[in-house]
T-cell receptor
Framework: KNEVEQSPQNLTAQEGEFITINCSYSVGISALHWLQQHPGGGIVSLFMLSSGKKKHGRLIATINIQEKHSSLHITASHPRDSAVYIC???????????FGKGTKLTVNP | DGGITQSPKYLFRKEGQNVTLSCEQNLNHDAMYWYRQDPGQGLRLIYYSQIVNDFQKGDIAEGYSVSREKKESFPLTVTSAQKNPTAFYLCASARVYPPGELFFGEGSRLTVL
């Protein structure tokens, strides 16, 4: 059983919609990462957080340590947000990262 | 600009051949990682290194080898012993202390003919 579960697996939205992607994990963690993988394959780190909430532009990431759950929100979604969003949890250093399978987001104009 | 560079982007190999994927970073990161990505699966760790001249096996190291002779460089060799080498390979680097976010290369897609 994968220790990191993401939902939904696929998500289609219209431009301007508010997007939420969820990540649940089953083990104690030291940090949680949200990553964005572009269609060409390159991956960019969006957030690394261990508590509370972080915001960067139209992206917001929250984490609830007690419930072992994190959400990634995208406000005013745009077609350029179309990508695969990956959640990963760290149980120590980055060598112990466990990755979710990703959520494929498509934003239509 | 600081970053992490992988090459080649696409590589074709005949069965029985070894191939080496290059990964170079100029971020002054101590830690470097190689991941494999297959369709429908999460990234899996092949090898990692946290210091020059030292590296550790990840979850799927069989059939792969690495070296870390310089801080900036962490090449991955896919040997003929790797049974199913066709995949997308990603290199990443990170600060060790305090733990930092991962920086990824653009990836290398290996196809075995």
């Amino acid at each position: 059983k994968n220790e990191v579960e993401q939902s939904p697996q696929n998500l289609t939205a219209q431009e301007g919609e508010f997007i939420t992607i969820n990540c649940s994990y089953s083990v104690g963690i030291s940090a949680l990462h949200w990553l964005q993988q572009h269609p060409g394959g390159g991956i960019v780190s969006l957030f690394m957080l261990s508590s509370g909430k972080k915001k960067h532009g139209r992206l917001i990431a929250t984490i609830n340590i007690q419930e072992k759950h994190s959400s990634l929100h995208i406000t005013a979604s745009h077609p350029r947000d179309s990508a695969v969003y990956i959640c990963a949890v760290s149980q120590g250093g980055s060598e112990k990262l466990v990755f979710g399978k990703g959520t494929k987001l498509t934003v239509n104009p | 600009d600081g970053g992490i560079t992988q090459s080649p982007k696409y590589l074709f190999r005949k069965e029985g051949q070894n191939v080496t994927l290059s990964c170079e970073q100029n971020l002054n990161h101590d830690a470097m990682y190689w991941y494999r990505q297959d369709p429908g699966q999460g990234l899996r760790l092949i090898y990692y290194s946290q210091i020059v001249n030292d590296f550790q096996k990840g979850d799927i190291a069989e059939g792969y080898s690495v070296s870390r002779e310089k801080k900036e460089s962490f090449p991955l060799t896919v040997t003929s012993a790797q049974k199913n080498p066709t995949a997308f390979y990603l290199c990443a680097s990170a600060r060790v202390y305090p733990p930092g976010e991962l920086f990824f290369g653009e990836g290398s897609r290996l196809t075995v003919l």
